[in-house]
């Protein structure tokens, strides 16, 4: 007990720094078991659920926490993967090995396919991240998904602070944040009417860090580019870019091999790499412990655009 | 700093533990400065986040002597929200200390006060409200007391802003501290042993006892808000004290033929699990160990009684779990049981009622009328349900209840309902999740109220033990 004095009262409060600390849950488990929680709940109280994959880490983290809450049974939904065509193919590689190994069927939403068929334009700017919301809600609508879990996190961006874990989404796919339903307690209200679906966030109180410590803990393996390797690399917006065949530097810029890693895996025409010598897991956790800039700040060109861009993104449809 | 020092720190301040609170108050109280200030000076604000500020905060001539960031832009997150320079909705900040993660909500105060209030209060360890000292304790402060005695959070600390603008007066502090103490009695906030009630001097602008305690209030000898923050007991840690195991089943796990194949190729036998059967879930209170005798709740069947055989997670068996952990849990019989139910320890739960008397906190701009028909969602059991009547409204101002037949957007009432099954209901001054449960619009599924179990009239709590 620790005993705090003011001149009108004395507050006795039970200090949780004395008390033997073994005894309580550390913040990984909590909020793990938050996760599976909602994963479970999710599972129970849809008819159809289905989750976002792309072998980013939140993906990959969000995977592992479905095979736990079901274990030792098989995640019962389906992988929906939106490919925007410009992938890292070690991720394509990761992805397909991911689902071969746990059984699960792969849905995937092309966006070539859309621009193709003219459905969808090129941007100017060459990204096609924001392109990736009009083949996403037609893979929720084809496949008549009612919930679609994603890895998204608060900590991420400021539109994304103020979305529900829970998040429901009207027929053309919109996120509506001046009218979200209050979420009350540990109890999720995932009611929708036909042609609406839910979002859910089982992770969206963790942060950057809470998920590396979580993937080295739990040892779970990530693509190969979330790790310091050589690359070559030219300098665009501040950000180091990758050589491939649909980022080309300009005649201007300079091709130079790094030692680099990727903080976030997207689109590879809009996603940057960071100088970082650090090769293993517990080499990242150091790492982004002490980084000053946030991930999407220091590797997403697209969240450059405007201060609410992710907002507007999300309006949209977008994950 | 070196990699090898962070590393070694970073061992050894592991594991940390999670803390949830949030805070109440409006623009005008300094709240969002407070926020910013918690982020700003515990080093959660990156480089770029505070970039953006600082040039935002430079375009629209913030600064002069004070140094130049407007903190509580760190916190607005919506175009609305910065455009009208109002925070709209709850928003959820991340930080952490060498002892403890913290996830905060911050509400805002003057839109849908309760309704915001409520939402970050229902899941928060403590709730942290803000006075500006120039001001004192105003209407909206007895309301958001009132909302928190309702809700029951453990720990309430009431911070006593801008002391600076008050040039560090200790009989200011102390004036305020005493009209504090005061509603905190008519309301019974401390003084049951349910809540504990701080007062804290800060100056969220300049950081006096945020973060570090100031030298400019010496007459105050309590500890700074963070300290503060970082020692409280989070409530999970109260619930899992709790003698009374409390388990809501989500779902039941019987994979049959359709064994998970990582777990089969990492050497699962396969003929062992070919039967398994568990019971999934989240411990809402209490703990349970292998061998506990338990009571099965499940409408239609009086309780039945089994023991605990087995306590999974994923691939890991337990000898004990306690709240708030999601684990499996397999029993010696044979029983039916499916989502909904609840498992217990033997001998705790009460006789399971269709009669519901509740306080509910309205949250949607649609009223409530007796005679309406609506959805309860207690635990992971849905059910419909009649608004038999409204017994009356709170007033949060003089904190008496007037008579009333309906309840509208940010009203506190209580009414009676009568539910199409009976639930394992519990006080919610007591169980704080089993206690708990939503109203909800079977028209368009929109969320209408918290609603907080109540005894019924002129129950005593020990009588209606039966099992």
């Known amino acids: 007990m620790s005993t705090y004095t003011t001149e009108e009262s004395t507050v006795e409060v039970a200090a949780a720094v004395d008390a033997p600390s073994a005894e309580r849950l550390s913040s990984l488990d909590t909020l793990e078991s938050e996760a599976i929680h909602i994963i479970r709940e999710v599972v129970a109280e849809f008819e159809k659920p289905a989750l976002l994959f792309s072998g980013g880490k939140d993906s990959v983290v969000m995977l592992h926490l479905a095979t736990k809450a ?126 609406q679906h839910v979002r859910a966030f089982p992770i969206s109180n963790w942060t950057e860090l809470d998920i590396w410590r979580y993937i080295e803990r739990e040892n779970i393996e990530l693509p190969g580019l979330y790790y310091a390797h050589e690359r070559e690399v030219f300098a665009r917006d501040g950000m180091w870019r990758a050589v491939g065949e649909v980022s080309q530097p300009l005649p201007h810029e300079d091709v130079i091999t790094k030692l680099v890693r990727y903080r976030t895996v997207g689109d590879m025409s809009c996603t940057g790499a960071v100088e970082s010598d650090a090769r293993t897991v517990a080499d990242v956790v150091v790492e982004v412990a002490a980084s000053t800039l946030t991930e999407r700040g220091a590797t997403r060109a697209d969240d450059r655009i405007s201060e609410a861009a992710m907002e507007d993104r999300k309006k949209d449809g977008y994950f | 700093m070196s990699t090898e020092t962070l590393a070694a720190g970073l061992e050894t301040a592991l594991p940390t533990t999670l803390f949830r609170f949030a805070t109440a108050g409006s623009v005008d109280d300094g709240k969002s400065t407070l926020v910013g200030r918690l982020l700003h000076d515990s080093k959660a604000i990156l480089a770029d986040t505070l970039d953006a500020v600082a040039r935002t905060s430079a375009d629209r001539g913030f600064g002069g002597e004070k140094g130049g960031i407007d903190l509580a832009l760190l916190t607005d997150g919506l175009r609305a929200e910065r455009e009208q320079g109002i925070t709209i909705d709850v928003a959820y900040r991340y930080f952490a200390t060498d002892r403890r993660s913290f996830i905060l909500a911050d509400c805002p105060g003057h839109v849908q006060y309760t309704k915001n209030t409520v939402t970050g209060a229902s899941t928060a360890d403590a709730v942290v409200v803000l006075i500006d000292a120039r001001k004192g304790v105003l209407e909206q402060t007895r309301r958001h007391l009132s909302v928190l005695q309702l809700l029951r959070v453990a720990h309430v600390i009431v911070a006593v802003n801008k002391i600076d603008l008050v040039d560090f007066s200790e009989q200011v502090f102390r004036d305020i501290e005493t009209d504090v103490q005061k509603v905190a009695r008519e309301l019974g906030l401390g003084s049951d042993g349910v809540a504990d009630l ?48 409390r388990f809501p089943v989500q779902l039941v796990i019987r994979p049959q033929g359709a064994l998970a194949p990582d777990a089969v190729a990492a050497g699962l036998d396969v003929e062992a699990y070919r039967d398994y059967r568990a019971y999934a879930g989240q411990i809402t209170e209490g703990s349970v160990k292998v061998g506990d005798e338990v009571s099965v709740i499940s409408p239609g069947h009086e309780p039945r009684t089994t023991t605990v055989v087995g306590i999974d997670f994923a691939g890991q068996s337990l000898d004990e779990a306690a709240a708030p952990q999601s684990v499996a849990v397999r029993l010696a019989d044979e029983i039916d049981i499916a989502r909904g139910d609840t498992i217990a320890a033997a001998g705790t739960v009460r006789e399971s009622t269709a009669d519901l008397y509740a306080s509910l906190a309205w949250l949607s701009p649609k009223p409530l009328r007796e005679g309406q028909k609506v959805l309860v969602k207690h635990g992971t059991r849905t059910v419909q349900a009649l608004v038999r009547n409204v017994t009356g409204k709170l007033d949060l101002a003089t904190f008496n209840v007037e008579p009333a037949s309906n309840l509208e957007l940010n009203d506190i009432g209580h009414a009676q309902l009568r539910l199409s099954a009976p639930l394992p209901l519990e006080n919610y001054l007591h169980h704080r999740r089993t206690g708990a449960f939503l109203v909800i619009d079977p028209i368009d599924g929109n969320t209408l109220a918290a609603g907080l179990v109540k005894d019924h009239p002129g129950d005593h709590e020990d009588e209606r033990y039966v099992i």
């Open chain 1, 70 to 195: 079901f274990w030792p049974g098989k995640v019962p939904f389906p992988v929906l993967h939106v490919d925007t065509g410009h992938n890292f193919p070690e991720v394509i590689d990761f992805r397909d090995r991911t689902v071969e190994r746990l059984g699960l069927k792969l849905v995937v939403g092309s966006v070539q396919e859309f621009i193709d068929r003219g459905e969808l334009a090129e941007r100017a700017d060459g990204t096609r991240n924001p392109l990736q919301t009009v083949p996403l809600l037609d893979a929720i609508q084809r496949n008549k998904f009612d919930a679609v879990f994603g890895g998204g996190r608060r900590d991420e961006d400021k539109a994304r602070a103020k979305e529900r874990i829970l998040s429901l989404r009207d027929e053309f796919g919109q996120w509506d944040p001046r009218n979200q339903r209050p979420e009350l307690w540990n109890l999720y209200n995932g009611r929708h009417t036909v042609g």
């Open chain 2, 198 to 245: 701080l007062v804290v001097p800060v100056s969220a602008l300049d950081g006096d006892n945020v973060v570090d305690r100031s030298e400019r209030t010496p007459w105050y000898t309590g500890p700074a808000l963070l300290e503060v923050l970082e020692t409280l007991p989070a409530a999970d840690e109260l619930e899992a004290e709790l003698e009374s195991f």
